[in-house]
């Protein structure tokens, strides 16, 4: 069982910065791929940006050189430093920690409020 906590969330104004963090603990084995989705109201869960344990990421496309995730693989540690945000950004943010080897798993957080309002 992994535990992911996350951190970071808040309001701010837009044009604002805020950096999110998520930690995760309790399993032996690596974790491949973790990333930031969001979910605003009324809208399904989309996928804000993700990085594999090599360092490779990927970005939703309303994001691309705004956001940027970064990964702390010694501490099961992962990133999302969120610059210029916009209100559409408004959302819970989860963090995701997936592995695809065997024994494989997908674990969520418990979401975290980020608010963009003046």
């Known amino acids: 069982q992994v535990q992911l906590v996350e951190s970071g969330g808040g309001l701010v104004q837009p044009g604002g910065s805020l950096r999110l963090s998520c930690a995760a603990s309790?399993?032996?084995?690596?974790?491949?791929?973790m990333g930031w989705y969001r979910q605003a109201p009324g809208k399904q869960r989309e996928l804000v940006a993700a990085?594999?344990?090599?360092?490779?990421?990927n970005y939703a496309d309303s994001v691309q050189g705004r956001f940027t995730i970064s990964r702390d693989n010694a501490k099961n540690t992962v990133y999302l430093q969120m610059n210029s945000l916009k209100p559409e950004d408004t959302a819970v943010f989860y963090c995701?920690?997936?592995?695809?080897?065997?024994?494989?798993?997908?674990?969520w957080g418990q979401g975290t409020q980020v608010t963009v309002s003046s």
């Open positions: 995701n920690a997936r592995r695809f080897l065997v024994p494989r798993f997908n674990y």
């Open positions: 309790g399993s032996p084995f690596s974790i491949d791929v």
């Open positions: 990085i594999t344990s090599g360092g490779i990421t």
